[in-house]
């Protein structure tokens, strides 16, 4: 009866050792995947912050493009005076031929 006993006890001294091994690589592996989360999490913090750099530097691309739609849309409208004046001109001028060659005749 003592060696089954013992046989028993040495199962069970076996079985707790297996289980805690088993514990440890759980736990191990565990670390592991926080480690590999944790750094994921930092590169994602650095992409975000590069994200919101360059989208800073969008902005003001985006500020200069609309200073400039702006600033063609002024010289639209000042090159419509010119050509209105310029039409008006050319008219003239075709009124003034016409009085010239009548002061000919």
């Given at each position: 009866m003592a060696s089954a006993s013992s046989t028993?006890?040495?199962n069970l001294f076996v079985d707790?050792?297996?289980r805690l091994a088993e514990?440890?690589?759980m736990n191990v592996n565990n670390m592991g995947s926080i480690c590999r989360q944790i750094n994921r999490g930092s590169q994602s913090?650095?992409?975000l912050t590069h994200s919101a750099r360059n989208m800073a530097l969008q902005e003001h691309a985006i500020q200069n493009s609309e200073?400039?739609?702006r600033k063609l849309n002024a010289l639209i409208t000042h090159l419509g005076y010119q050509q209105e004046?310029?039409?008006r001109s050319a008219h003239a001028l075709e009124n003034?031929?016409?009085q010239v060659r009548d002061m000919q005749r």
């Open positions: 028993s006890a040495k707790s050792k297996t514990r440890v690589q913090c650095d992409m200073d400039n739609f004046s310029i039409q003034v031929k016409e």
